[in-house]
């Protein structure tokens, strides 16, 4: 039975879908391949794939926390929260001290309730909200609860700010760039976005688009295997057999 985790490093352009799409074409015909928590085009980084019955944890690690850098355009707003939507509106960036930023991110830290932004896959009445925005529909605000464990400014060149995000599942960093835009009355868009680590897992241990290229079933078959344990311990201590539940691992 084929079943385990893959650390993916997800590049700009893909969504989480071709991701695992890519993956899938790999196992044989009907393999269970699912994401857990998407990345936008724009952004890159870690997407953890789940693979044949180990897809029955993909509630619980879409849970874990997660970890980001990345950059944030202070002076544009668009409809989409980024820099790839169309723009709304456009100012004369600011040129605050690195210190005033900083304090601006950390007022942020703690428990926080923001709305979705329009173009996500957060549903509305059974679909996902960008089916409506494309259509220019307005629909009642989603609003999200999330926990913003450590944001930090870590350079400002106009118009770019660099931070650094920890934070809980739930959080969408579009809606904190258009936060901070309204915040300085400048406007604010997620310009770029690179998800680090998820829970314990890391980017560094990830698998690139030039692994995923060359490697076949055969390659992929122990990784599967030996990420059993890991995938276990993320969700719940080990028995002490250190063995992987039975319901993951077939």
Not at 149 to 165: K, N, V
Not at 177 to 184: D, F, M, N, S, V
Not at 235 to 249: D, E, I, M, T
């Amino acid at each position: 039975m084929i079943s385990g985790m893959l650390l993916f490093d997800k590049p700009v352009g893909w969504t989480s879908h071709d991701a695992v799409d890519a993956f899938r074409r790999i196992f044989p015909p009907d393999t269970k391949v699912g994401h857990c928590g998407a990345l936008d085009p724009i952004a890159t980084g870690l997407l953890i794939i789940l693979v044949g019955p180990a897809t029955k944890a993909q509630a619980r690690m879409q849970g874990l926390d997660k970890s980001y850098s990345g950059t944030i355009r202070l002076g544009v707003s668009t409809d989409t929260g980024d820099v790839a939507g169309k723009v709304l509106s456009q100012a004369e960036a600011p040129n605050p001290p690195l210190a005033e930023l900083d304090r601006l991110l950390k007022s942020f830290q703690g428990p926080l309730e923001m709305p979705a932004p329009a173009y996500s896959a957060v549903k509305y009445k059974g679909k996902a909200l960008y089916r409506y925005a494309r259509k220019g529909i307005a629909v009642p605000a989603r609003m999200r609860t999330s926990v913003i464990r450590r944001w930090t400014a870590i350079s400002y060149a106009a118009p770019e700010l660099t931070h650094e995000l920890d934070c809980s599942s739930g959080t969408y960093v579009r809606s904190l760039a258009q936060a901070i835009g309204e915040k300085l009355g400048c406007g604010a868009a997620m310009s770029s976005l690179r998800r680090d680590k998820i829970g314990s897992f890391s980017l560094s241990d990830a698998l690139s688009l030039t692994d995923l290229k060359s490697m076949s079933l055969s390659d992929l078959q122990p990784v599967l295997t030996r990420s059993l344990s890991h995938l276990y311990a993320a969700l719940s201590p080990l028995p002490q057999s250190g063995r992987p539940p039975a319901s993951l691992s077939a």
